[in-house]
């Protein structure tokens, strides 16, 4: 009789499965399953493994008599009913550390094409134009980087930033996470100095819509804005703004708050938002399709993560 069977919601890199397997599950695929035949199916499973394909709610947890974890291969828990599964008594395993070098190199990469005009030039000359004072650029040194939320992925943007000679500020909600690359400050000091704001946060009921017109109003130089954490955490029609008002000089943007659970679904010409349409058009803003921890190297990272953590969990 088979004792250790974890069910796999999403397709992840192959060592996964092989590290499972070699600490002793079973691994049934159901990448395609409906949810509605996996739900009729759960109750047998020890585990589950998931990325984004649907919410794990309290329905669903209700019919997974037999679980004893869920891990998501990603940063964060968001699409899981924490409170529940917790009373529950279910391991909540995420691989944070899985994907934050990524992270960390994309917001770079964002904001020093910001800063050179690097998408706008390549435009440019594709249309057969070489304007060179249309296209002159910024230099990072000298700079203040705000980063909201220091956990992994802010850690890495701010070691990956020590090359440049410009001052870090992070904010968080704990306290004593400041290091030797960033120093920690309230966020109204943050809000003070900054001429860059990057955020790393997770989705939650204390950073949805965290960005709103109060805050950028409260910001007291014109910055150029990061966001490769959660989409939720902004409120597009007031970043439009922002930008449309000269507050906000630039931003790049790795994911969207309008994306859906399965992030296909944004691009409907029946009822796109206005603020879509200005962000797909405008020059200063650079979009990415939420792949800032999406790399060759972190798909395998993230797997391993995973596993390290689930051989742990039944090594105690």
């Known amino acids: 009789m088979i004792t250790k069977r974890i069910l796999h919601i999403d397709e992840n890199h192959?060592?996964?499965?092989?590290?499972?397997?070699?600490?002793?599950?079973?691994?049934?695929?159901?990448?395609?399953?409906?949810?509605?035949?996996i739900e009729k199916n759960i109750s047998p499973y020890k585990g589950i493994v998931i990325r984004s394909r649907f919410?794990?709610?309290?329905?669903?947890?209700?019919?997974?008599?037999?679980?004893?974890?869920?891990?998501r291969v990603g940063a964060g828990l968001e699409n899981i009913d924490v409170s529940y599964a917790q009373k529950?008594?279910?391991?909540?395993?995420?691989?944070?550390?899985?994907?934050?070098?990524?992270?960390?190199?994309?917001?770079?990469?964002?904001?020093?094409?910001?800063?050179?005009?690097?998408?706008?030039?390549?435009?440019?000359?594709?249309?057969?134009?070489?304007?060179?004072?249309?296209?002159?650029?910024w230099e990072l040194e000298g700079k203040t980087i705000g980063l909201?939320?220091?956990?992994?992925?802010?850690?890495?943007?701010?070691?990956k930033l020590k090359g440049f000679k410009v001052n870090v500020l992070c904010y968080d909600i704990k306290a004593g996470v400041g290091n030797e690359n960033a120093k920690q400050v309230s966020l109204e000091t943050l809000q003070k100095k900054s001429h860059v704001l990057s955020l790393h946060i997770p989705q939650n009921q204390e950073t949805n819509g965290l960005?709103?017109?109060?805050?950028?109003?409260?910001?007291?130089?014109?910055?150029?804005?990061?966001?490769?954490a959660r989409g939720k955490a902004v409120l597009t029609e007031d970043l439009v703004e922002g930008l449309k008002s000269g507050k906000i000089l630039g931003a790049g943007l790795d994911v969207l708050e309008y994306e859906s659970s399965s992030f296909h679904s944004i691009f409907s010409k029946t009822d796109r938002p206005k603020s879509l349409d200005y962000l797909l058009e405008a020059e200063n803003v650079l979009l990415s399709p939420h792949v800032a921890g999406w790399t060759f190297e972190s798909h395998r990272k993230l797997a391993e993560t995973i596993v390290s953590k689930i051989k742990l969990l039944y090594s105690k």
């Open 88 to 137: 529950k008594g279910i391991y909540l395993v995420a691989a944070p550390e899985g994907n934050s070098n990524a992270v960390g190199e994309h917001a770079l990469g964002m904001l020093l094409s910001l800063f050179n005009k690097l998408h706008q030039a390549h435009l440019s000359i594709q249309s057969g134009n070489w304007l060179r004072e249309a296209h002159r650029g």
């Open 148 to 159: 909201i939320g220091y956990g992994n992925t802010g850690k890495s943007f701010a070691e």
């Open 14 to 37: 192959p060592c996964l499965i092989e590290g499972l397997y070699d600490l002793g599950f079973e691994n049934d695929i159901a990448y395609e399953t409906p949810r509605e035949e």
């Open 211 to 228: 960005i709103n017109a109060s805050f950028i109003k409260e910001m007291h130089h014109p910055f150029w804005f990061l966001n490769t």
């Open 55 to 71: 919410p794990i709610d309290q329905s669903f947890l209700e019919k997974a008599k037999s679980l004893q974890f869920i891990a």
